[in-house]
């Protein structure tokens, strides 16, 4: 016992109180303001739901109070009945009102009738409740839903400087856990205070009529579930944090481990790999431990406490009813012909005194739980938060054909590190086929491109299409124009024929089967026994790295736009396929602007013009016979180190 | 329940057998933690009866575990009466969580956590699940208890799930999605929570609960057996009303966790993706297709909830006539004189005591389906073949000499032969290429020597022992294989340098990296070789990966060094330069190339040049150059006519 209230306090000490503290009401109002306004869809639904469960319980008041009195007062006291009771159970007023007490069959018929009428009261309203408990998860579902698609959005929409820094398993645990946080975010912070302080109104106010003193108790059983929070906010906070940071570790590793599993299986590294997922599964459990100890612990303490008021407020009603005292508001009782303390009364009282103090406990357990909302939570807002970098101007220009191409002017461009990648580029990709722009590894080829496509915007200078910076066109419009092929190959897990045709789901089987021979995978796939239907694994893993390249080819040729961004396309074919590639792209892109990055000259030989970069700048360029002729250049060089390949030496 | 079902839970329970004396030590608790509620509804008649409507207090009208606290205030006056009772509840309150006649005025300690609606967001509270059926400081302590016991059955149990995973054939991860394998891991495995401790303590816990029931009603009202016989019918009526609708529900709850599954999946491929999505402008198809696969993962758990308050309702219908007849047949007992108000209140009590308890164990089919259903997708995974030594597996000992394909085949599952009839030997020393056109099988051929393919026929020797008889460990230990797309964890560079032989010294990584050319650019980065390389290697460029992998290869300086197209990347420059190092690297060891660049097969010492399969020449590029039809000569030509 020791140990655990030790570990509370130990936390408290560790970090810094005051801030988490303040942090653990503010952050929770904060969150459920930004909550509100993905609510807006789905008001109607909830205002409905609350006012369903609204009207249940009031409808439920008087009828709990009459059975409890049928039973206690009448069956099992024999007290004669009141006018109302009588006529309610279809009994004789001569025998069963106007007497001094009941006759033991007339009590036995009272109790029959009573449960009969409990059996039919429930019968109608447990399928009503249940309905309103559906209704209820289906809203909190299809707000999670409308939170999960504005996430995924997000995440699409955020450039590549995010995503090379985030892991992926990480932002699925957002995507699923966390943001499943909101559903409950609405239920705990939003519907259970609505149902809890309602409820707890109505014993208030109930209580109140029979004796205002009591009423004032059930309102002070609010200082011990009080202070408990006042002491355990922070040290859950803090424990909910760390429990759901190693959770994410925990899901990023395995996703590694899973995505590495073959070089983690050449190298014999299986036995390490499990010995770091199980340190990280051991730390997971280990911060969850700790922080749910500490829930259990505070909801315990707010139960003894509210039922210590409870049980003080009984024995101070079962004085009351020994005494006979009369009920605070008598007239209002009259009519029922309860005016004074009895058993039935005094049941009646326990219980709803019962309810306030549990609506209380329901109150002060989600508040622990919202400390564990608040930060799965901010976890989201976390994405939502994050600007993308690159963002369509007010006053976008819309993208109507493509004449002259593209420009790079004076374009500078680093990375988050302080390498610049690219120095005062100046570059045409004109229409009218290939322009290549060769390089060793590293000069800043692939950086080239992503400023084409507008995953980044560059630093200084500008992309130009048709002679307008990319940064005043519309995106999507600049995205349709431009297709690329890459050299890591991204494919899906459905077939060839989706994968093809992913840009345009509605081309036809021969649209697919043109740009697979232009990209020169109709040969392998026509030879695979399901042809253009062979699904693929995860990313392709079922085809060779050749063979992806080319299905990436086909699927940017497929999308007919009128620039054609290649990088790298072909690395990994044979020297004859990639040759007659090339050869078929360059008569296709006659009419288009193509710019191929790469290092390999072979593919260089169908480009119209060559730009050689190195270190980030434009050293060179021309065609390959300016190049040549300037003699001892970069160009030149590298062609003399490849041509060093010939046949015969 | 089905056959299936039992299957699957039995093979859950062995799980727990390693645990089995902390088990019981939890069982002891959990009847520990319902004995006192025996106490728990005897203040509420001394109120009703003694203070309320003032009747005499005669002790030996009480049971024989109320009788001494009765005889102690009989014969005090109304208030010290009250107050002795208010304050054994507090203690009550304090000890056990438990003062009052009706199940609301208990306290169940839990830690459970507010959780989405669906099934995925649920599992991380059955991963954590700590309970007790006591409140108060018994409750605490139980609940830590059951909470630890309850985590190492999960870490336990999902070490050995991940551990399966690794221990799978390559080749299984073809077809497996990804976010497949994660979900099994994170969601999937705490089901085994809920099956355990559902098989294990519900039967144990909900029974003594009811036992403890009726034994205090046969104490009490000994008189009266009727009382305890319907305390007891609760048993029957709550396991079997709701039976008839197991089958329904474990179907729904399949369906649920596959959907959920399939969701985790999409956004895998979805984020892993961004650029492919991005640039071919599929955002808002790969959103809809998101939006479809969530929502239906929601519509399944929907479903599982409405089979279950249907089977909820029909339940409460027998349950309801049992209380209502047990109820009457008090209060008649009341009114005939022979039992007091104040009793009316204890069985009252003791008949919720028992109610709430069989409520458990009738929920108890539906929870063990869903808990089967997660379990069979975890057990499923865990029964597939895994990559395993041939019973007596001996130990390749150090490669001195030799490796030998002997007839080697192979042949995929879809049947295509992928090499066919390959027979050659290579000796440590030697720099063999292999080269071919696409899909010629010669990253398959190169498989099969580390054994991550089995051949379908023929065998490799190495040193004249078959690879198939030496253990995986002892074979592979010997091999080094860069993969043709190269996979860098998120980790420092050298610690994934270090990934193959963590007791590599700095010289040695040093090395490695100055051989495969890679020193430059680790030495230009501000925090060196302490750099994190971001997910997948994403901070370098494709090239600068290459040369981490063989560099990384390189650090576990094997005789055997496998590069599947290693320098496709590279600019000609480095990949001279790098081939050269090869050259220096590769003394004393045999390395294996596939390439398709000519500078890196004209310095192999032999070519292997395979088509379709088949090994269709041997030997060096001189010789195989000047054969007039060769088909290596074919090949160079097309390849230098592509040359500018």
């Not at chain 1, 290649?566 to 396929?577: C, F, I, M, N, Y």
């Not at chain 2, 007039?628 to 006519?641: C, D, I, K, S």
Request: aromatic share 8%.
């Amino acid at each position: 016992m020791s140990a655990a209230n030790g570990a509370p306090n130990a936390a408290t000490r560790d970090d810094p109180p005051s801030d988490e503290a303040r942090a653990s009401v503010r952050s929770v109002a904060r969150v459920l303001a930004r909550c509100l306004r993905l609510l807006a869809p789905l008001r109607n639904h909830l205002l409905l739901l609350c006012a369903g469960f609204a009207g249940l319980t009031l409808l439920l008041v008087p009828p709990s109070l009459l059975f409890l009195d049928l039973i206690w007062t009448r069956a099992l006291q024999g007290e004669p009945l009141p006018e109302l009771h009588a006529w309610l159970l279809r009994l004789d007023p001569a025998v069963s009102v106007h007497v001094d007490a009941l006759s033991a069959e007339l009590r036995r018929s009272v109790a029959r009738r009573t449960i009969a009428g409990a059996v039919g009261v429930t019968a109608l309203v447990a399928p009503a409740a249940m309905g309103l408990w559906y209704y209820q998860v289906w809203i909190l579902q299809r707000l999670n839903q409308l939170l999960r698609m504005e996430l995924i959005e997000r995440f699409q929409n955020l450039s590549l400087r995010f995503h090379s820094e985030a892991r992926v398993g990480d932002a699925i645990y957002r995507l699923t856990q966390d943001s499943a946080m909101v559903t409950s975010l609405v239920e705990v912070l939003l519907l259970t205070p609505a149902y809890t302080i309602g409820g707890y109104l109505l014993s208030v106010g109930l209580i109140a009529t029979v004796d205002p003193r009591m009423a004032l108790l059930l309102i002070a059983a609010w200082v011990p579930p009080l202070v408990a929070s006042l002491v355990f906010s922070t040290p859950m906070r803090v424990g909910f944090r760390a429990a759901r940071a190693a959770n994410a570790a925990l899901t990023a590793r395995i996703q590694e481990g899973v995505v590495g599993i073959r070089t983690l299986k050449a190298y014999g590294a299986e036995a390490r790999e499990q010995a770091v997922f199980e340190q990280a599964s051991r730390d997971a459990f280990a911060a969850a431990f700790s922080a749910r100890q500490r829930f259990a612990l505070y909801a315990i303490l707010i139960f003894a406490g509210v039922s210590t008021v409870l049980a003080a407020a009984a024995a101070w009603g079962a004085l009351e009813t020994s005494r006979e005292a009369e009920v605070f508001a008598v007239r209002l009782f009259a009519a029922t012909g309860l005016g004074a303390w009895n058993l039935g009364l005094f049941q009646w009282f326990r219980s709803r005194f019962g309810d306030g103090t549990n609506q209380l406990r329901r109150l002060f357990r989600t508040w622990g739980r919202a400390q564990d909302i608040s930060i799965g939570l901010a976890r989201v807002f976390e994405i939502l938060d994050l600007a993308p970098e690159v963002v369509d101007a007010p006053d976008a220009i819309a993208v109507d054909g493509v004449r002259h191409g593209l420009t790079f002017r004076s374009v500078g461009f680093q990375y988050q590190d302080d390498r610049p990648a690219l120095e005062s580029i100046h570059l045409e990709v004109p229409v009218g086929g290939i322009t290549a722009v060769v390089g060793p590894t590293g000069a800043g080829k692939s950086t080239l491109l992503a400023l084409a496509l507008r995953l980044f915007d560059p630093d200084r200078g500008a992309v130009e299409l048709d002679g307008v910076d990319l940064r005043r066109l519309r995106l999507t419009d600049l995205r349709r124009a431009v297709a690329i092929a890459l050299q890591e190959n991204l494919l899906f897990g459905t077939t060839i024929r989706e994968n093809i045709r992913y840009a345009v789901p509605d081309a036809s089987d021969e649209a697919v089967r043109a740009a697979a021979r232009i990209a020169c995978a109709d040969e392998f796939i026509e030879q695979l026994p399901l042809g253009y239907d062979t699904p693929l694994g995860e990313r392709g893993s079922k085809l060779s790295t050749g063979q992806r390249q080319r299905l990436s080819l086909a699927r940017a040729v497929l999308k007919d736009a009128p620039i054609l961004l290649l990088d790298e396309p072909t690395a990994s074919l044979d020297a004859d396929t990639e040759s007659r590639v090339f050869g078929q792209l360059a008569v296709w892109g006659r009419d288009r602007a193509i710019l191929l990055v790469t290092h390999r000259l072979s593919t260089v030989r169908h480009a119209q013009r060559i730009a050689v970069l190195h270190h980030g700048q434009l050293v060179e360029s021309g065609t390959h016979d300016d190049l040549m002729a300037l003699g001892d250049g970069a160009y030149w060089r590298l062609v003399r180190a490849d041509a060093s390949e010939g046949p015969e030496g | 329940m089905s056959d299936g079902a039992v299957q699957t839970l039995s093979r859950a329970l062995r799980f727990v057998a390693p645990l089995r004396g902390r088990v019981l030590v939890k069982m002891a608790l959990l009847v520990a933690s319902v004995l006192p509620l025996v106490l728990v509804p005897w203040p509420g008649k001394i109120v009703i009866d003694h203070v309320i409507e003032g009747l005499p207090l005669d002790p030996a009208t009480y049971p024989f575990f109320v009788r001494p606290f009765a005889a102690w205030i009989a014969g005090g006056s109304v208030v010290e009466i009250l107050l002795w009772t208010l304050a054994v509840q507090l203690v009550l309150l304090a000890s056990v969580g438990a003062f009052g006649a009706s199940g609301r005025e208990r306290d169940e300690a839990d830690a459970w956590l507010a959780g989405g609606h669906d099934t995925q967001t649920r599992t991380e509270n059955e991963a954590n699940a700590g309970f007790s059926l006591a409140g108060g400081v018994l409750g605490f302590l139980d609940l830590r208890y059951t909470m630890r016991l309850t985590q190492d059955l999960n870490h336990h149990f999902r070490s050995v799930l991940f551990q399966r995973l690794q221990a799978l054939p390559m080749r299984t991860f073809d077809d497996e999605r990804i976010g497949d394998a994660v979900y099994r891991v994170m969601i999937d495995t705490p089901s085994i929570t809920t099956a355990c401790w559902r098989i294990l303590l519900t039967p144990i816990g909900a029974p003594a609960a009811i036992g403890i029931a009726a034994a205090a009603l046969y104490f009490g009202y000994g008189e009266h057996p009727a009382l305890m016989w319907a305390a007891l019918g609760a048993l029957p009526i709550a396991l079997f009303a709701t039976l008839p609708f197991a089958g329904a529900l474990r179907r729904r709850s399949v369906d649920s966790r596959e959907a959920g599954a399939l969701t985790t999946s999409t956004a895998e491929e979805g984020l892993s993706q961004v650029l492919a999505v991005q640039s071919l402008g599929g955002g808002a198809r790969e959103r809809g297709r998101f939006d479809r696969d969530s929502w239906r993962g929601f519509g399944a758990y929907r479903a599982v909830l409405r089979t279950g308050m249907a089977a909820f309702l029909l339940g409460l219908l027998p349950g309801g006539l049992l209380a209502s007849w047990a109820f009457l047949y008090t209060i008649d007992l009341v009114i005939a004189g022979t039992l007091s108000r104040g009793d009316f209140l204890v069985v009252f009590a003791y008949f919720t005591q028992a109610a709430f308890a069989a409520l458990s164990l009738g929920t108890l089919w539906f929870e063990l389906q869903g808990a089967a259903a997660g379990l069979s997708r975890v057990f499923r995974l865990l029964d597939l073949p895994s990559e395993a030594d041939v019973a007596g597996a001996g130990t390749l000992a150090p490669i001195l000499g030799e490796v030998r394909y002997e007839h080697v085949s192979y042949r995929h599952g879809d049947g295509t032969l992928a090499v066919d009839g390959v027979s050659f030997s290579a000796r440590l020393g030697e720099l063999v290429a292999l080269v071919g056109p696409a899909g010629a099988g010669k990253t398959t051929l190169a498989h099969l020597l580390p054994r991550y393919l089995e051949p379908s026929a023929g065998c490799v020797r190495i040193d004249g022992v078959d690879t198939a008889s030496v253990s995986l460990a002892s074979l592979r230990g010997q091999v080094s294989y860069v993969f043709q797309e190269t996979w860098l964890f998120d980790g420092s560079i050298e610690e994934n340098l270090r990934l193959g032989a963590p007791d590599a010294s700095a010289e040695q990584l040093a090395r490695a990296l100055r051989l495969a050319r890679a020193e430059e650019f680790v030495t230009q980065l501000p925090q060196g070789l302490a750099t994190r390389v971001g997910r997948g290697g994403s901070q370098f460029s494709v090239g600068q990966r290459q040369r981490l992998a063989i560099a990384r290869a390189l650090v576990r300086d094997t005789p055997i060094l496998i590069l599947d197209e290693p320098t496709s990347a590279l600019d000609p420059e480095t990949e001279q330069a790098l081939v050269g190092s090869l050259r220096e690297a590769g003394r004393g060891r045999l390395v294996l190339v596939i390439a398709h660049r000519l500078s890196t097969i004209r310095s192999a010492d032999r070519i292997l040049f395979l088509e379709s399969g088949r090994l269709l020449e041997e030997g060096t590029h001189a010789e195989l150059a000047a054969r007039p039809a060769g088909a290596y000569r074919r090949f160079l030509e097309l390849a230098h006519r592509a040359v500018p």
